[in-house]
């Protein structure tokens, strides 16, 4: 490609992808700046495990889910909790066409992109106890078949086809640093250009610079990503009166190279920064045993059977149960002085209940392998990585008894010691309510209410049964430590991802998606993400940018 682009791309991410395919299937030509080298291509995306929200959908149907778009809405509103009239002014726009979007053409879309999902559908995010508050109602995670780097494969190869045909440039290990405006409009970027890496994908690779480089376009359209592994701006934007003081440990649930440098970037050229104190980490981290980028953390992504402590010892109570209301758990942990938790189960509760975040840890839906999936997923005892994670991983304890569990938690606790009698009281207690199929302990109600669902029944929620029963051994304790995960304020933006400048004007030649504009309009979420993944968010922002730049330079 020679000559003048009609658009530069900041970052080659999910977002980027999608907006440079909705461009290159207009005609248009199409540079991508990425700071990392080729191998990243797609960015965070790659990692995930790939999960889409979609609303009354035929998998939905075919487990017996009623959905609908105003189910969906009541849900999306209730846990969003928008409050704020400026900073949440397109947020709140942004949240109805997204609903709207995943309830009619979002899985047409995709599909016609060559996507396709499993058949059992997740519940991400079960709520927080009330009907209009935060939670999903119904199960509406869909798992795409291959994860999440088939997510990107779709996107990708449009793109690649598109680079062979002149259309797309990609230019690696180009940083940008600053905005070129000239009248008032964005015309390009201006930055630095970084030594050659050949490092695997996801691994931290060198800053040193070596040249730089400006690029002039029409447009320019940010999807940088968010701030994910930048612990000093997570801790300087922590919102300490909503959660309690930032925790002192925190592990990385995304590479180094998700470090937020465009979002200050562009501040100073002039945009709406908006919703900087909302972000979404997750309580239920783990140290990777086998890690790719430092500080490198994997999620467990839970079934609601494992007892939750703090780190004093204390169950915690509702609505702060596994995979429930994340953003009320967190508090609930940090509340106690401390920045970790345990759950407490058994072989039985792990083998049926413990999935891990990230393709890599999904060999089977990753590799699009039926025959692995059906007897990993089906079979009796944990998965290959889980199990993995139990006999290498150092925030497991496996243990016989109580005894034994408990003295295994205090050599590796943060904080206080346990007392073995008190766990132990708790536990019995609970397993006590087991001797009639009704019972008071909200957990088991939410337990049976779980099973009630097909793909929770079949694949996601152990049979309720006594924790301490021998034949469900051995007992098992996790320490949970936070992980830092997602963005979900940013770069305010109108419906066609247009950027904002601090007045609520149009910023001319600039546009942004991604998490780097909390996923569209500077936080379509709100304070809590309700999907339990942040890839549809990337696709309906990379397509509004990439659409809207195509119409307007026609």
């Known amino acids: 490609m020679t000559g003048e682009a009609d658009v530069v791309v900041v970052g080659a991410g999910l977002a980027g992808l999608v907006a440079t395919y909705e461009l290159t299937k207009a005609g248009r030509r199409v540079v991508v700046v990425e700071q990392e080298n080729r191998a990243n291509l797609g960015g965070q995306a790659f990692w995930s495990l790939g999960g889409l929200f979609l609303v009354d959908s035929p998998e939905q149907r075919r487990n017996g889910i009623k959905d609908s778009y105003d189910l969906a809405l009541q849900d999306w509103l209730g846990s969003a909790g928008f409050d704020r009239d400026d900073e949440d002014h397109w947020a709140r726009q942004w949240a109805q066409a997204y609903v709207r979007f995943a309830a009619t053409e979002k899985r047409s879309y995709l599909r016609e992109l060559g996507l396709r999902f499993t058949p059992i559908v997740g519940w991400a995010e079960r709520g927080g106890g009330l009907a209009d508050g935060h939670g ?3 199960p509406r995670f869909h798992l795409t078949w291959g994860t999440g780097p088939e997510v990107v494969r779709v996107f990708a190869e449009p793109v690649l086809e598109a680079e062979r045909r002149g259309l797309v440039r990609f230019e690696f290990r180009h940083q940008v640093d600053e905005l070129v405006i000239e009248d008032g409009a964005v015309v390009g970027v201006r930055g630095s250009v970084l030594e050659p890496s050949d490092l695997e994908r996801g691994k931290a690779s060198s800053r040193t610079v070596v040249d730089g480089f400006e690029l002039r376009a029409k447009a320019v ?3 940088s990503g968010g701030i994910g592994h930048n612990h000093d701006l997570i801790r300087a934007n922590w919102p300490t009166d909503r959660l309690g003081s930032c925790p002192e440990t925190m592990i990385a649930g995304v590479p180094a190279h998700v470090d937020g440098r465009m979002l200050g970037i562009t501040e100073t050229a002039g945009a709406s920064l908006v919703n900087r104190d909302r972000m979404w980490h997750y309580t239920e ?18 079934g609601p059977s494992s007892l939750w402590f703090d780190a004093n010892g204390k169950r915690l109570s509702s609505p702060n149960f596994p995979g429930f209301d994340t953003n009320s758990s967190m508090k609930a942990i940090l509340s106690t002085g401390y920045d970790y938790s345990w759950f407490v189960l058994n072989q039985s509760i792990i083998g ?5 975040s990230g393709s890599e840890q999904n060999p089977d839906m990753t590799g699009k392998d039926i025959r692995l999936a059906v007897s990993s997923r089906l079979a009796k005892g944990a998965s290959g990585p889980v199990e993995a994670f139990k006999q290498h991983g150092v925030d497991f304890v496996i243990a016989g008894n109580v005894t034994e569990l408990v003295a295994g938690m205090n050599k590796i606790a943060r904080g206080p010691q346990l007392d073995a009698a008190e766990i132990e009281r708790q536990i019995v207690a609970r397993d006590r309510e087991l001797g009639n199929a009704f019972s008071k302990d909200l957990q088991l109600m939410a337990i049976a209410n779980a099973r009630r669902t097909l793909g929770d029944k079949l694949a996601r929620v152990a049979k309720p049964h006594r924790i301490l029963d021998p034949e469900h051994g051995p007992l098992i304790a996790v320490r949970l430590n936070i992980l830092t995960r997602k963005t979900l304020g940013g770069i305010q933006t109108t419906l066609d991802s247009q950027a904002l400048h601090t007045d609520g004007t149009p910023f001319p030649g600039l546009y942004a998606a991604g998490e780097v504009a909390g996923f569209g309009g500077g936080g379509v979420h709100g304070y809590n993400a309700l999907e339990g993944t942040f890839l549809g968010g990337c696709i309906f922002s990379g397509r509004a940018a990439g659409r809207a730049i195509a119409r307007t330079l026609a």
């Open 285 to 302: 981290g783990l140290h990777n045993w086998d890690p790719i980028w430092p500080n490198h953390a994997i999620r467990i992504i839970p």
């Open 352 to 356: 049926k209940e413990f999935m891990l």
């Open 136 to 138: 999903n109602s119904v």
């Open 221 to 223: 359209i940010v999807t």
